[in-house]
């Protein structure tokens, strides 16, 4: 990884995934930029960072993805369409679980809680 994009993802991994969206914050980023600058790269760690953190991520090219994503409805269709949910679904149960007191250990998303 090039140093610069080194910087990059330090600053998006110690700013964004480990303090604003955890904080309750929210943020769709855009990363534009001349063919072969590593942008594909850039955004495929992030991803990886992302994911040993805990999130749920998805990688969307506008150039290959049919929906239109100049507007929030298209954006959120085409994360709707890509997205694990699964996996989803067991960590937004996991979260609602710990906000009603069961620790990771006592309940993991994926079955009954009561």
Request: net charge positive.
């Amino acid at each position: 990884m090039a140093v610069g994009h080194s910087l990059w993802l330090e600053h998006l991994d110690r700013h964004y995934l480990m303090r604003y969206l955890p904080a309750g914050g929210s943020k769709v980023k855009l990363l534009v930029g001349q063919t072969g600058t590593g942008k594909t790269h850039l955004l495929h760690s992030l991803c990886t960072t992302a994911s040993q953190r805990g999130y749920i991520t998805v990688f969307l090219s506008a150039r290959q993805t049919r929906k239109r994503l100049h507007d929030l409805v298209g954006l959120y269709q085409a994360i709707v369409e890509q997205i694990d949910k699964p996996a989803f679904i067991a960590k937004l149960c996991g979260c609602v679980a710990a906000s009603l007191g069961y620790d990771a250990q006592r309940y993991q998303g994926r079955s009954a809680l009561l």
